[in-house]
């Protein structure tokens, strides 16, 4: 099995930056693709960032050119740097991770959540 726990969300003025992380821990070596999905009050989850195991990443077009998603395998991290932050960037962000051999759209694990408030 595989943990994931994210940090780094907090209040922040538009047009401010943020980075995220998030830990994974258990057994990483079944990790595959990593992703940021974001949910807000209701909105439906939406997909932000994803980025396969070789570093290959993919954006949502509303922050394509403000986030970018990295990940170091070596330490179990991938991160999410946003930048030029809007207010409709408010919303809970979930660290998700793919397993070796599942479908390709099935996302196994997830961590809780951390919070991201874009507000003046």
């Known amino acids: 099995q595989v943990q994931l726990v994210e940090s780094g969300g907090g209040l922040v003025q538009p047009g401010g930056s943020l980075r995220l992380s998030c830990l994974a821990s258990?057994?990483?070596?079944?990790?595959?693709?990593m992703a940021w999905y974001r949910q807000a009050p209701g909105k439906e989850r939406e997909l932000v960032a994803r980025?396969?195991?070789?570093?290959?990443?993919n954006y949502a077009p509303s922050v394509k050119d403000r986030f970018t998603i990295s990940r170091d395998n070596a330490k179990n991290l991938v991160h999410l740097q946003l930048s030029s932050l809007k207010p409709e960037d408010t919303a809970v962000y979930l660290c998700?991770?793919?397993?070796?051999?599942?479908?390709?759209?099935?996302?196994?694990?997830w961590g809780q959540g951390t919070q991201v408030t874009v507000s003046s």
């Open positions: 998700s991770a793919r397993n070796w051999g599942d479908v390709m759209n099935y996302w196994r694990y």
């Open positions: 258990g057994s990483i070596n079944w990790i595959n693709d």
């Open positions: 980025i396969t195991s070789n570093g290959e990443a």
